[in-house]
């Protein structure tokens, strides 16, 4: 059965910081990998996607990258701004033919000014 | 392009009454996904649809879940009777393929 664990479940730095937010599945026969970011009281946004194939996808100021074999995504964020604080989820889709996400809990950021 | 939208937004009923939540789909998806979200939990899968037929349902909890999709458009996923447990967050996504999947803002439902 697929796990996904976050770490750490919450974060707060000061704005200009360069942030790494990890995710680890227990399963590493994945097909896909979706960071997604939900601010309070609203749906996902989703932010990268990497499929099992690849080893990295960037967007602006976010890398994400993903090791499958040790079953670990970590997402980068450089040069954090407050704009950036919400709750980070990342979710896996298992390669068995079915497209429902397994999420983890989520790492919860707060950047300063 | 509009994006996945949920109906109601928020609602409260008591435990022993049904409620129907509704999910408006992004125009073109094929696939409709319902989600959720207990108190304190990781967001959970319910089911899947492809068009109008049900892909995968292994995530329904119980047969007080009812989810349909008639005409493959929207969808509506109905609690008969809630439970107190049954209170979490109902988020619906959409995708036109088997890859990145479009949220809608979610519906708060609270059985007291």
């Known amino acids: 059965k697929q796990e996904v664990t976050q770490i750490p479940a919450a974060l707060s730095v000061p704005e200009g910081e360069n942030l790494v937010l990890n995710c680890s599945f227990t399963?590493?026969?994945?097909?896909?990998l979706q960071w997604f970011r939900q601010d309070p009281g609203k749906g996902l946004t989703s932010l990268l996607l990497?499929?099992?194939?690849?080893r990295e996808q960037t967007s602006g100021r976010l890398n994400a990258s993903l090791d499958k074999s040790s079953g670990r995504s970590t997402l980068y964020i450089a040069a954090s701004q407050p704009g950036d604080s919400a709750t980070y989820l990342c979710?896996?889709?298992?390669?068995?033919?079915?497209?429902?996400?397994?999420f983890g809990a989520g790492t919860r950021l707060a950047v300063h000014p | 392009e509009a994006g996945v939208t949920q109906f109601p937004s928020h609602s409260v009923i008591e435990k022993g009454q049904t409620v129907t939540l509704r999910c408006d789909p992004i125009?073109?998806?094929?696939?409709l996904y319902w989600y959720r979200r207990v108190m304190g939990k990781e967001i959970k899968f319910l089911l899947h649809?492809?068009?109008?037929?049900?892909?995968?349902e292994s995530g329904m909890p119980n047969n007080r879940f009812l989810a349909e999709r008639t005409g493959g458009t929207y969808s509506t996923l109905k609690v008969q009777p809630a439970e107190l447990e049954d209170s979490g967050v109902y988020f619906c996504?959409?995708?036109?393929?088997?890859?990145?999947?479009?949220f809608g803002p979610g519906t708060r439902l609270t059985v007291l």
């Open positions: 399963d590493s026969a994945i097909y896909n």
């Open positions: 979710a896996v889709r298992g390669s068995g033919g079915y497209n429902k996400l397994i």
């Open positions: 990497i499929q099992s194939s690849q």
């Open positions: 649809f492809v068009k109008e037929s049900k892909q995968d």
């Open positions: 125009s073109g998806h094929d696939n």
């Open positions: 996504a959409s995708s036109p393929s088997t890859d990145t999947q479009y």
